[in-house]
Nanobody, 127 residues
Framework: QVQLVESGGGSVQAGGSLRLSCAAS????????MGWFRQAPGKEREGVAA????????YYADSVKGRFTISQDVAKKTVYLHMNSLKPEDTAMYYC????????????????????WGQGTQVTVSS
């Protein structure tokens, strides 16, 4: 059973930084795509960033390019989302998601393509 545990959310002022962590277990980590999604009240869940854990290839939403960085610690089976220059519009519940690369044929940013999800961590950015 794949389990994802997120941590690192919180409240910060605009321009500040936060780092989210997602620890994975129960999966063959090197054959996984792991993504970060966010959902603000009244809005759809949207893809923020993703990483193919085997190749290290990364993907970003245009809204966060240059401000957010996704990285991983393979030994710890943990993916991070480093968020800099945070804006009030980044306020949302952030979710970690994962799925096996085998059979993953869709877009990294489509939440429907992921079978495993964490519980979410709240990020609040005040102006």
């Amino acid at each position: 059973q794949v389990q994802l545990v997120e941590s690192g959310g919180g409240s910060v002022q605009a321009g500040g930084s936060l780092r989210l962590s997602c620890a994975a277990s129960g999966t063959r980590y090197s054959s996984t795509i792991m993504g970060w999604f966010r959902q603000a009240p009244g809005k759809e869940r949207e893809g923020v960033a993703a990483i193919y854990t085997g190749s290290g290839n990364t993907y970003y939403a245009d809204s966060v390019k240059g401000r957010f960085t996704i990285s991983q610690d393979v030994a710890k089976k943990t993916v991070y989302l480093h968020m800099n220059s945070l804006k009030p519009e980044d306020t949302a519940m952030y979710y970690c998601a994962a799925d096996r690369i085998v059979g993953f044929g869709g877009s990294w940013s489509d939440p429907g393509e992921y079978n495993y999800w964490g519980q979410g961590t709240q990020v609040t950015v005040s102006s």
